[in-house]
């Protein structure tokens, strides 16, 4: 297995009136080819921001992202084209990322037109059909428009068209959030499928714990523009070792009867992400939270092997 | 044996859209007890929201239309009240909160104002008390009072959302609707607002409709359960029945659905297709067309509703006695 993307010391900062909003701050990690990394976190914690600069959609402030062992950070107009043929996204809500006023088939034709991939009318209509037939798509429909259609359909469309250019990885921003779960279960099943038969890579950035622990090989857990935590998915599910962790998945509601469930609340205001003080993210809401924790900012350490947590007083909380 | 505070029999909802109706909800029963939770679970266009919106008289008419039924609140039919007095009722016995905190607070009206509203609409009290009182209820919230004078832009998501709640609960209602009052909240913060609903329902002895699709959100909240599909009650019993036993092809199907986050299963099984078109419902059952177990039977009638043990009931003809 060999490494498709890594990202080094990645950091994303807006300008805003009230100062710099940390979006994503310092980020590491890598993704094997084949593979898929889940990204989790709740709103405003940088997800989104950190899967767009990954593949050029934001301009990083500073870091280093390595494609396939070369590093894309800094590409001309020309190689990002080129680049952006192997990378594509698929966007949460299906309802606005989608031109209302193309029909189907000029919406999956329309990234083939843009690289020139067909050479005659005929070809582009028989690749569009394939399209079509890959993701689940009747091509009864080749005709209709995105609103005439369900949103589990206008995923696939979304799904279609960021598969077209046969790219090698696809950062997937939520897609099944604005689905219903018996649609959310096709559209999931569809990409493992694509997975295994393409090969593809996916980032797979969403807050629906269950979701992606069951699509990722790894996962990280973010808070604020900070990874927190990173480790397989089965290891961060057994293993919950960052105070943060712990708090999001007990509040997952689980659907089934669970004797003397006890909620357990998180207090405390969430920090800015806007020039933030220096000192864990977490500590004004963590129960643990120390004098250290105030100050300095937590490092990410391997506590465990292949499992990543930041944390000044991982050892302590979890008597390691 | 505790009093029946809603009673909803044989609802119809239609809308018509240019030629065709949309038949939304399709001869729903419920029943809610004083002090008792009830989750509605369903999917988009399932025909949730539409029941919730007939229980405040809201649906929009036109194109919306209540075709039949009743709906009795406390013994007393909603269907016969004049506009006035279910304006009495609105908010002061019956409270909503609505889906997405984002819109349906006002833009312009600070959030104190906006409480206070529907204390001054139903409570003969001066604007400074009813202030105070708007602040009291913010407090109870768990949002500080000083902050009544600020508008909802300058408040987060869990924030607004409580702000909503703080405006359903100002007047005590008796019987609160929440229309998927946690859908647009990150977990930690759902949370939060799963608990405060919880205390406040303790607190106040509020019963309870919570309209959601999450079967997670309703395991931790109610205590029975009704899984609507394409207008019509498929499913009812105790959170026990639907959880322990589940009975009806879709409701198996809904939990087939969700990744488990205790088991690891390499594939989900999803439901196959999608829900009918609710302007050409077909003749017999609704799910027959996605249903794994489907038979001649299931395409022609009514499916009888069969009450498979004491208080579980399913809609569905395996049930009643017949061959597939």
Known sequence: ?320 | MSQNILEIKDLFVQYSAGKDTVRAVNGINLTLEEGESLGLVGETGAGKTTTALSIMRLIPNPPGKITGGEILYRGENLMEKSEAEMRKIRGHEISMIFQDPMTALNPMLSVGDQIAEVIRLHEKISRADAMRKACAMMEVVGIEGGRAGEYPHQFSGGMKQRIVIAIALACNPSLLIADEPTTALDVTIQAQVLELIEQLKRKFNTSLLLITHDLGVVAEVCSKVAIIYAGEIVEYGTLKHIYENPSHPYTIGLFGSIPNLNETVHRLSPIPGLMPDPTKLPDGCAFEERCSQACEACGKGVMPYVEIEPGHMVRCIKFAGKEC
């Open chain 1, 1 to 320: 297995m060999s490494t498709l993307v890594e990202v080094k010391n990645l950091k994303k900062y807006f300008k805003t009136p009230r100062g710099l909003l940390h979006a994503v701050d310092d980020i590491n990690f890598k993704i094997e080819k084949g593979q898929t990394l889940g990204v989790v976190g709740e709103s405003g914690c940088g997800k989104s921001t950190l899967g767009r600069t990954v593949i050029h959609l934001h301009e990083r402030t500073s870091g280093q992202i390595l494609f396939d062992g070369k590093d894309v950070s800094d590409l001309s107009k020309h190689e990002l084209k080129e680049f952006r043929s192997h990378v594509q996204m698929i966007f949460q809500d299906p309802f606005s990322s989608l031109n209302p006023r193309m029909s189907v088939s000029q919406l999956i034709a329309e990234p083939l037109l843009i690289y020139k991939t067909s050479k005659s009318s005929a070809d582009l209509g028989k690749e569009v059909g394939r399209l079509m037939d890959t993701v689940g798509l009747a091509r009864r429909f080749a005709n209709s428009y995105p609103h005439e259609l369900d949103g589990g359909r206008r995923q696939r469309i979304g799904i279609a068209r960021a598969l077209s250019l046969n790219p090698e990885f696809i950062v997937c921003d939520e897609p099944v959030s604005a689905l219903d779960v018996s649609i959310q279960a096709q559209i999931l099943n569809l990409m493992q499928d694509l997975q295994d038969e393409f090969h593809l890579t996916y980032m797979f950035i969403t807050h629906n714990m269950s979701v992606v622990k069951h699509i990722s090989n790894n996962i990280m857990i973010m808070y604020l523009g900070n990874m927190v935590e990173f480790a397989g998915a089965e290891e961060i599910f057994k293993n919950r070792l960052h105070p943060y962790t712990k708090a999001l998945l007990a509040a997952v509601p689980i659907p089934a009867i669970i004797e003397g469930r006890k909620r357990q609340l998180l207090t405390g205001e969430i920090t800015s992400p806007i020039d933030p003080k220096p000192g864990c993210r977490f500590a004004a809401r963590c129960p643990y939270a120390t004098d250290i924790c105030h100050a300095e900012n937590p490092q990410l350490d391997e506590v465990l092997e292949g499992h990543f947590v930041a944390c000044h007083n991982v050892k302590e909380i979890n008597q390691l």
